[in-house]
């Protein structure tokens, strides 16, 4: 639709100044409340000046334009876009403004669009603040990179569509009302008109909506592409940095014609030191700490934090803000690639990805000590939030031949990949290290291959590859022999014993665990005692001896308590679980239970989570019941199983797989599918809080029942239990989707529930 905002007829408004021809648009999509809300400020006589202010692709000019047509009714003068960065020089940026017509009674209004005032803010503002000053009726909608920087100025931020993020087994109903996937099936849906998102394509689909960002110009490029490629075609292309490439049409202004042209534009005018820094934090992989890139910075630190800066103001970095941790400066994708090619014009390519891998390097060593004790949850989340800059430093480090400082990087990794679930990446680089160091015999090389051996196979144990853990554990005893070290060779035997006992080989691995455990105690190593005695108790309660194995348990519990080791703790919590399951003690298996699942909580763990999660469903089943429930807890623990790649044992697969099938039966198998497919999708957290809730008594006078609702608020309510959308809602009983919202909150709100599940919980506990 080309945009036609016309004026009135008069003589002030057609002294106003000739709008630039703007291109012919589709409709806008996924901006529905940031459109309300600049319209909301348009309408307000006292808002004189909004300025929309975004990285490049977001979208900004799409908004401004929409909401002009939407509101220019209330501008009797008349509403004009002007496309500033069309301008080219300074003169004619001040000419623009000064020769529009003053209003001095403000009688009548008139909107004036400035598209793209970045590279011409500073000889802007003072000539919007001069007639903003004399016309009482002028407003002013801008946008760009950056604010004019004028009191009274509404700075509006634009961000990109919110992506789909990574989801196993994707629903098609789950993620079409996505904005970033809704843009992207539209636009494909217009250049291919066979186009449909499909249980086929949606996994492709989401994967390049959240490779890109969710930027609604990347996406809109990427949807033509559809013309030549098929989209599994085109998500390869784009995960081999394609969209660096990707070109639109030609009746768009000339700086939103492709992604290079767009990241070009952006950067236009920035000094070379602002560039050079821009260039290095562009091979950061999820951003950095300001402390980060203070320290890898190549400016000196008064440059560094200029830089910084001026690079904010500019949105060519965002400050994201962090849960727990310290807020991150990010590269958009749109100009990472433009950064990388920088590197290389400027030679620093190798001298930037040398200093990230060492930076790395040394912190995973530094901080790998306090993966344990008081201060491990603030280090293990400060490893994995760095999690994807760490793969990037091992892949230079392989990629330059530096294998021994990538197998030390690898084994400080072990800890943080078993809380992440990344185990099968951190398996295969393990072993290939390993394999890589295996014709140096010298002390320093082999105590790091068996060190390397170790993490994988605590990698290949926590995957459910017992035999393989095992085959693992042998090596690094073997090596450990090789270098006369008895207490770590004790450590290993006792890691072999354990995974002999899971892989089913008892009558192997009992001796190795009582002898390791002996000869840990005479070292004086607690921790290493610990985990022996852990092992050896599974080892007794598979063999039926309840009491030994309950003696060694405690022994384990008491250790760990004492050195504040959370995940240690956690698992020996779940063997206890077991042992009180085995012995009919139901209230004492659920206690150890919930302890387990607020210590893997703490640490944000995603592995050992999977376990504690189907044990406490199983739990709560065998008790108090909770169906619906415990679907969904056993379907969130199969969701991070298959995300992380990994199996229950199989005697406890078995029994899992009995209690499904019960609850299929006693739930019906349309409800049990919905109750499934809702418990597929929450956060981990939220599954930990909703899970600890089930079966736990409310202090007497605490009143959640669904009779404090209004019919309305029920309505909405039993519609959210059954995992309508807020626009399903919003249609099935005719009211606005903004009007769903609201009812939804005051629904949370009356029922003392954080998550649409909790709601669906609390009405199912109603009816």
Same mark, same amino acid.
């Given at each position: 639709?080309?945009?036609?905002?016309?004026?009135?007829?008069?003589?002030?408004?057609?002294?106003?100044?000739?709008?630039?021809?703007?291109?012919?648009?589709?409709?806008?999509?996924?901006?529905?409340?940031?459109?309300?809300?600049?319209?909301?400020?348009?309408?307000?006589?006292?808002?004189?000046?909004?300025?929309?202010?975004?990285?490049?692709?977001?979208?900004?000019?799409?908004?401004?334009?929409?909401?002009?047509?939407?509101?220019?009714?209330?501008?009797?003068?008349?509403?004009?876009?002007?496309?500033?960065?069309?301008?080219?020089?300074?003169?004619?940026?001040?000419?623009?403004?000064?020769?529009?017509?003053?209003?001095?009674?403000?009688?009548?209004?008139?909107?004036?669009?400035?598209?793209?005032?970045?590279?011409?803010?500073?000889?802007?503002?003072?000539?919007?603040?001069? /007639?903003?000053?004399?016309?009482?009726?002028?407003?002013?909608?801008?946008?760009?990179?950056?604010?004019?920087?004028?009191?009274?100025?509404?700075?509006?931020?634009?961000?990109?569509?919110?992506?789909?993020?990574?989801?196993?087994?994707?629903?098609?109903?789950?993620?079409?009302?996505?904005?970033?996937?809704?843009?992207?099936?539209?636009?494909?849906?217009?250049?291919?008109?066979?186009?449909?998102?499909?249980?086929?394509?949606?996994?492709?689909?989401?994967?390049?909506?959240?490779?890109?960002?969710?930027?609604?110009?990347?996406?809109?490029?990427? !949807?033509?592409?559809? +013309?030549?490629?098929?989209?599994?075609?085109?998500?390869?292309?784009? /995960?081999?940095?394609?969209?660096?490439?990707?070109?639109?049409?030609?009746?768009?202004?000339?700086?939103?014609?492709?992604?290079?042209?767009?990241?070009?534009?952006?950067?236009?005018?920035?000094?070379?030191?602002?560039?050079?820094?821009?260039?290095?934090?562009?091979?950061?992989?999820?951003?950095?700490?300001?402390?980060?890139?203070?320290?890898?910075?190549?400016?000196?630190?008064?440059?560094?934090?200029?830089?910084?800066?001026?690079?904010?103001?500019?949105?060519?970095?965002?400050?994201?803000?962090?849960?727990?941790?310290?807020?991150?400066?990010?590269?958009?994708?749109?100009?990472?690639?433009?950064?990388?090619?920088?590197?290389?014009?400027?030679?620093?390519?190798?001298?930037?990805?040398?200093?990230?891998?060492?930076?790395?390097?040394?912190?995973?060593?530094?901080?790998?000590?306090?993966?344990?004790?008081?201060?491990?949850?603030?280090?293990?989340?400060?490893?994995?939030?760095?999690?994807?800059?760490?793969?990037?430093?091992?892949?230079?480090?392989?990629?330059?031949?530096?294998?021994?400082?990538?197998?030390?990087?690898?084994?400080?990794?072990?800890?943080?990949?078993?809380?992440?679930?990344?185990?099968?990446?951190?398996?295969?680089?393990?072993?290939?290290?390993?394999?890589?160091? !295996?014709?140096?015999?010298?002390?320093?090389?082999?105590?790091?291959?068996?060190?390397?051996?170790?993490?994988?196979?605590?990698?290949?144990?926590?995957?459910?590859?017992?035999?393989?853990?095992?085959?693992?554990?042998?090596?690094?005893?073997?090596?450990?022999?090789?270098?006369?070290?008895?207490?770590?060779?004790?450590?290993?035997?006792?890691?072999?014993?354990?995974?002999?006992?899971?892989?089913?080989?008892?009558?192997?691995?009992?001796?190795?665990?009582?002898?390791?455990?002996?000869?840990?105690?005479?070292?004086?190593?607690?921790?290493?005692?610990?985990?022996?005695?852990?092992?050896?108790?599974?080892?007794?309660?598979?063999?039926?001896?309840?009491?030994?194995?309950?003696?060694?348990?405690? +022994? !384990?519990?008491?250790?760990?308590?004492?050195?504040?080791?959370?995940?240690?703790?956690?698992?020996?919590?779940?063997?206890?679980?077991?042992?009180?399951?085995?012995?009919?003690?139901?209230?004492?298996?659920?206690?150890?239970?919930?302890?387990?699942? /607020?210590?893997?909580?703490?640490?944000?763990?995603?592995?050992? &989570?999977?376990?504690?999660?189907?044990?406490?469903?199983?739990?709560?089943?065998?008790?108090?019941?909770?169906?619906?429930?415990?679907?969904?807890?056993?379907?969130?623990?199969?969701?991070?199983?298959?995300?992380?790649?990994?199996? @229950?044992?199989?005697?406890?697969?078995?029994?899992?797989?009995?209690?499904?099938?019960?609850?299929?039966?006693?739930?019906?198998?349309?409800?049990?599918?919905?109750?499934?497919?809702?418990?597929?999708?929450?956060?981990?957290?939220?599954?930990?809080?909703?899970? &600890?809730?089930?079966?736990?008594?409310?202090? @007497?006078?605490?009143?959640?029942?669904?009779?404090?609702?209004?019919?309305?608020?029920?309505?909405?309510?039993?519609?959210?239990?059954?995992?309508?959308?807020?626009?399903?809602?919003?249609?099935?009983?005719?009211?606005?989707?903004?009007?769903?919202?609201?009812?939804?909150?005051?629904?949370?709100?009356?029922?003392?529930?954080?998550?649409?599940?909790?709601?669906?919980?609390?009405?199912?506990? +109603?009816?």
């Amino acid at each position: 639709m080309r945009v036609e905002l016309k004026m009135p007829a008069s003589r002030e408004a057609s002294a106003l100044p000739t709008a630039s021809p703007w291109p012919s648009r589709s409709a806008l999509v996924g901006r529905e409340w940031e459109l309300l809300a600049v319209e909301g400020k348009l309408l307000d006589r006292s808002v004189r000046l909004i300025t929309l202010v975004g990285a490049g692709g977001v979208g900004k000019s799409r908004l401004a334009v929409e909401a002009g047509r939407a509101v220019s009714g209330e501008f009797a003068r008349g509403v004009r876009v002007v496309d500033v960065a069309a301008l080219g020089s300074a003169e004619a940026v001040r000419t623009l403004v000064g020769h529009a017509t003053v209003d001095p009674t403000g009688d009548s209004r008139a909107l004036l669009v400035l598209d793209g005032v970045e590279h011409h803010a500073a000889e802007l503002a003072q000539p919007v603040a001069d /007639r903003l000053a004399l016309d009482p009726g002028l407003t002013v909608l801008a946008t760009g990179q950056r604010a004019l920087r004028i009191y009274g100025e509404r700075v509006v931020p634009v961000v990109p569509l919110t992506p789909p993020g990574p989801l196993v087994e994707p629903d098609v109903a789950e993620v079409q009302d996505n904005p970033a996937v809704l843009l992207f099936s539209q636009r494909a849906h217009e250049v291919n008109p066979d186009f449909t998102l499909t249980a086929e394509n949606v996994a492709a689909v989401l994967d390049i909506c959240n490779l890109l960002e969710g930027v609604p110009l990347a996406l809109e490029l990427a !949807a033509a592409r559809l +013309r030549l490629f098929p989209v599994f075609e085109l998500r390869s292309w784009l /995960r081999r940095g394609g969209d660096s490439h990707l070109a639109g049409p030609v009746d768009v202004p000339g700086r939103q014609r492709s992604i290079r042209a767009v990241a070009e534009w952006s950067c236009r005018g920035i000094s070379p030191e602002q560039r050079r820094l821009l260039a290095w934090l562009s091979i950061f992989e999820g951003g950095a700490t300001v402390a980060t890139v203070e320290k890898v910075s190549p400016l000196a630190p008064a440059d560094t934090a200029q830089a910084i800066e001026a690079l904010l103001d500019r949105s060519l970095l965002t400050l994201v803000e962090q849960p727990r941790a310290d807020s991150r400066l990010t590269v958009s994708r749109v100009l990472r690639a433009y950064g990388r090619a920088l590197l290389d014009e400027q030679g620093d390519a190798r001298k930037a990805r040398d200093a990230h891998a060492r930076y790395f390097g040394r912190l995973l060593r530094t901080i790998e000590g306090r993966f344990h004790g008081s201060e491990q949850r603030r280090w293990l989340r400060v490893a994995c939030l760095e999690h994807d800059n760490i793969l990037a430093a091992l892949d230079h480090l392989q990629q330059v031949g530096d294998i021994e400082e990538q197998a030390s990087l690898l084994v400080a990794c072990q800890r943080p990949w078993l809380i992440r679930g990344e185990l099968r990446d951190g398996l295969h680089r393990c072993d290939s290290a390993a394999a890589a160091l !295996a014709h140096d015999d010298s002390e320093r090389v082999l105590r790091l291959r068996a060190r390397l051996h170790t993490a994988a196979g605590y990698l290949a144990s926590a995957r459910g590859d017992h035999d393989g853990a095992a085959h693992r554990h042998r090596r690094a005893v073997t090596i450990y022999k090789q270098l006369r070290d008895a207490q770590q060779g004790a450590r290993a035997s006792a890691r072999l014993g354990r995974s002999l006992v899971a892989a089913g080989d008892r009558e192997a691995g009992q001796p190795l665990l009582t002898s390791a455990r002996s000869t840990l105690e005479w070292w004086g190593d607690t921790a290493g005692s610990a985990e022996a005695a852990a092992g050896l108790a599974e080892a007794l309660l598979d063999a039926g001896a309840l009491t030994e194995a309950g003696t060694l348990l405690d +022994r !384990a519990l008491r250790i760990h308590r004492q050195n504040g080791e959370i995940r240690d703790l956690a698992e020996v919590l779940l063997v206890s679980a077991r042992l009180a399951g085995r012995a009919s003690d139901g209230p004492a298996a659920q206690s150890a239970l919930r302890e387990s699942l /607020r210590l893997l909580d703490s640490i944000d763990d995603r592995n050992v &989570l999977a376990d504690a999660l189907e044990a406490f469903a199983v739990a709560v089943q065998d008790g108090a019941g909770h169906p619906q429930q415990v679907t969904r807890l056993l379907a969130a623990a199969d969701a991070m199983r298959r995300r992380a790649g990994t199996t @229950a044992p199989g005697s406890r697969r078995d029994g899992i797989d009995e209690v499904v099938s019960a609850l299929r039966r006693q739930l019906g198998a349309t409800v049990f599918a919905g109750a499934w497919a809702e418990g597929a999708r929450p956060r981990p957290e939220v599954l930990v809080a909703e899970a &600890l809730a089930v079966g736990e008594s409310r202090p @007497a006078g605490v009143r959640t029942e669904a009779g404090l609702l209004t019919p309305r608020q029920l309505q909405v309510a039993l519609s959210v239990a059954e995992g309508m959308t807020n626009r399903q809602i919003a249609n099935q009983l005719c009211i606005a989707e903004w009007t769903v919202v609201n009812h939804v909150r005051q629904v949370m709100r009356k029922l003392g529930c954080t998550s649409r599940v909790q709601v669906a919980w609390a009405v199912g506990r +109603r009816r």
